[in-house]
């Protein structure tokens, strides 16, 4: 990490991130330096966004590209804001918002302490009111780092957002993304989250399809350019457009999943299919059986989630490309990351293989031949970046499960342990159908582990997640809210509420 902290004077501490340094009167501010790769991936991300929006402008023969608009819809003390003044190059404006008014002065201050208040204007506001404000006079690109759920922001996010504009989300809410409150997620999402191994990458989709659904009431649509589970969230950088004809497509785009309750296979299933014609045309149902294929137990239904891409490869190239320009303190991280990426296969979802062989109680296999017998057999395959023991396959159900039964018959297990209903006895009972071969195929070992990137994150430290909600309160003497609370009390007097706005650097 590149981030430092150092006394000065008058008892404030100096935090250190990239270009930018951030005064903290209170020592026990919160700061979490896991959140720098986040914030470097950001840099990044918007640095090559704008090099591609300048050079598509030089090609079309437009007029020259003024500098961005840029809104940090929860900016806390300005960190994030401050960083993309010192360290991105074409923006011509910036405002660091927040609703509380602690934030915003420790906002003004690090701005100035900094030299940068001719890009970074402060605003003390209603993230959401401030939006739906700036409908008119867009912005070119909207960062929305809440703490926990980011729907409550989505609905301005879309209408004030320029088209081809950038709108960049993080969620940390991962408990209720990954299948721990089906119920909570339904209300907060709109989707129901699953209990998966693929919960990460099926956090992301859940997310996707909320920003899309948003989108698409106001005849916009969006690409996501990069989606990252990353430590303890996922972040989302979608590009949005206007075309009252391609929101259509996002019913092809988002659809229904399934998932067996005994050997945990995965179905997905589009809302709707576009024929030959150009006609939409619902699928037929039921698109998957009551009872799996595979073992014969009941399925669970999940989602809506997004079934498109994941990322646009080509931006992450060019992503990749310019990460030689750039001074990150996370930047072997990032560039391990994208690599992963830049390999992961346009299908939804993974396998990992340690459940596939622990759902049968078999000894697992190493991971270049699980990967060499889906390559000898016809079919692509790829890591996730989401997970180190991921199997990202075009591979169906039941060539997988062929492959696990293969291995297994090498390596026996003791069936007089299971139970008659178990699905492994399901599984190995099964005719294999399938020629498998264990050979080692010369692309079962990717680039990215060949050149020993890092390609996945280790928890870096004890008790780490996102830490805790921001505690600042907001006066609110004059509200009807605040004047009826306690009413009944002996003193009677008002209390303070919380902000719903974080103040997390």
Known sequence: MEYCMKKQKLDSTIIKEGEAEILVDDVNVFYNPVQEFNRDLSVAVLTTYIKNR???????????????????????TGLRSIRYAKEVQGIERIVANDISAKAVESIKKNVKHNGVENIVEASQEDATLLMYQSRRDKFNAIDLDPYGCPTIFLDGAVQCVSDGGLLMITATDMAVLAGNSPETCYLKYGAISLRS??????????????????????GRYVTPILSVSADFYIRAFVKVFSSQIKCKENATKIGTIYQCTGCESINTQPLCYKNLSGVYKLTSLPYVNRYCDICHHKQHEGGPIWL????????VSHLLCNLGEMKLGTLKRIEGVLNVIHEELDVPLYYTLDR??????????PMLMFRSALLNAGYRVSYSHACKTSIKTNAP??????????WEKANP???????????????????????VSF?????????SRQNKLTRFQQNPATNWGPGTRSRTRIDLENSKKIKNQNKNSKTGKPQMIESTDKTKI
């Open 413 to 435: 297990i003791k069936r007089d342990k299971l139970s008659n209903d178990s699905p492994a006895i399901k599984i190995l009972d099964a005719p294999t159908t399938t020629n």
């Open 308 to 315: 498109g891409p994941l990322h646009d490869q080509h931006f």
């Open 54 to 76: 300048n050079e598509e402008a030089v090609k079309a023969n437009a007029e020259e590209q003024k500098g961005i608009a840029l809104l940090e819809a929860l900016s806390a």
């Open 197 to 218: 191994k693929a919960c990460h990458e099926m956090a992301l989709r859940i997310l996707l399809q909320n920003i899309a659904s948003h989108a698409g009431r106001y």
């Open 356 to 365: 596939l062989m622990s759902i049968i109680r078999c000894v697992t296999p």
């Open 397 to 406: 159900n039941n060539i997988i499960w062929d492959i696990v039964r293969t």
């Open 439 to 447: 050979t080692v195929h010369p692309l079962a070992n990717p680039v």
